[in-house]
């Protein structure tokens, strides 16, 4: 079976990407890939369709690209399909190189519900007669289930909940299920310190279920999964991994009325401090108070929200507006990763005067980039369409950095030398890079790349 994988140097930041399925356009993909680089990105939630795939190519690119993508697949409870209708599926998921997949949404929540069923008796037992053989479908894939996110609180509580439910998944023998099985949160920092239920049920011992006194915390918070951790050694004497799929601040938050409303700065910065604490950046702290470290089965958080489209729900959420407005979490987020791209390029005897950069002719993370040209106006257009064919043919990491492209084994350069004169050419082979240049102009780009 598949172990639980996680990407080399894991940083454990990710984002959820758009909360529908109508974003998988080639176009779609070269335009995120470049943000989702600059932001940090190692993980991604995808919202995806039950009825067809995801395309191929962007799948690929994301993990060409070095981003782990995680597959929601968002089902009906009131009519769930078949096991057999989504085999396939996971068939193909699995041979593009997809390792987590997510089954269903708040479950724990009546509206995911019909009326009928809700109001039945042994709600969680029916919820795993539906889930298990999906599950174990996702096994047999050679991939990793997920057991859904579930809504802190909801209308049934969510820690009982999950309580029950791996109860009853260890009763009914499932026991290989349970070695490849991770754990789905939803891990809302809404307006809370972030300590907020820090250590779980046994440091908060007085609280109940739809009852916190006021002297006591609860899982309503970022550290969910101390609550979600203590539940699983209860059970099964010993920690599942946790995925966050979804988590952070949103603008607007005030769940929690004694303390201030998150306004757009402050998402930003609390965002932030967030995502140093996942990366594991020593002496975290928030307004003075030092930070628990995230333990380590934690094996990412995935930022809400991406974007939306301006007349979705979820809108107010999105980091990326329309009309490329960003809130300003984005900038912060695209600062501190920059700051450790040049730190990690610099010992300390290069911060005295010396250089001792990476040496890409020894480390090569990349085997083929495709590096196009970039203008003061933008990205052309025409470019990314002709390149789709060799793209969908070789399938290369794509960009624009000349420095990203000299940690790759071979580099296909897009541009003349007025756009990529000699001297860049040289830098790329002297860093160890098998170059080709495709110097041509017009429709010839094409028939030249088409023989490559």
Known sequence: MTKHYTPAQNTRIGFHYFPDTLHFRDSDLSAWLPELKALGAQWITLVAPPDRAIPEVFIRGLINYGIEPVLHFHLSLESPPRCEDLSLLFDVYANWGVHYIALFKRPNCHDEWSVEKWVQQDLVERFLDIYLPLAEAICTARMIPIFPPLEPGGDFWDTTFLRTALQGILDRGHHQLLEELVVGAYAWANNLPFNWGAGGPERWAGARPYFTPPDEEDQMGFRIFDWYTTLCEAILGRKLPILLLAMGSCPGDQRFPDNPK?????????????????????????????????????????????????????????????????????????????????????????????????????????????????????????????????????????????????????????????????????????????VIQVKASGTSIATELEEL
Not at 287 to 309: C, R
Not at 409 to 433: M, N, Q
Request: with cysteine; proline share 7%.
């Open 262 to 434: 998150i306004d757009a700065e402050e998402h930003g910065t609390r965002n932030l401090q967030l995502a140093r604490l996942l990366a594991g950046e020593k002496e975290a702290t928030h307004n003075g108070v030092k930070l628990d470290p995230v333990p380590e089965h934690i094996l990412a958080g995935n930022f809400w929200l991406l974007a939306a489209n301006p007349n979705a729900p979820e809108a107010n959420a999105g980091w990326y507006k329309a009309e490329g407005a960003t809130l300003p979490a984005v900038n912060k987020f695209k600062a501190w990763v920059k700051a450790q791209q040049i730190g990690n390029l610099q010992s300390p005897q290069s911060i005295q005067g010396e250089t001792n950069q990476i040496d890409y002719k020894k480390h090569k993370p990349i085997k083929h980039y495709l590096l196009l040209p970039q203008y003061a106006w933008g990205v052309s257009n025409w470019h990314l369409e002709v390149i789709r064919p060799f793209i969908q043919k070789h399938m290369p990491t794509v960009g624009f950095s000349i420095e990203e492209a000299c940690s790759a084994e071979k580099v296909t350069v897009i541009g003349d030398d007025d756009t990529f004169p000699p001297d860049v050419i040289e830098k790329l082979r002297a860093s160890g890079c098998n």
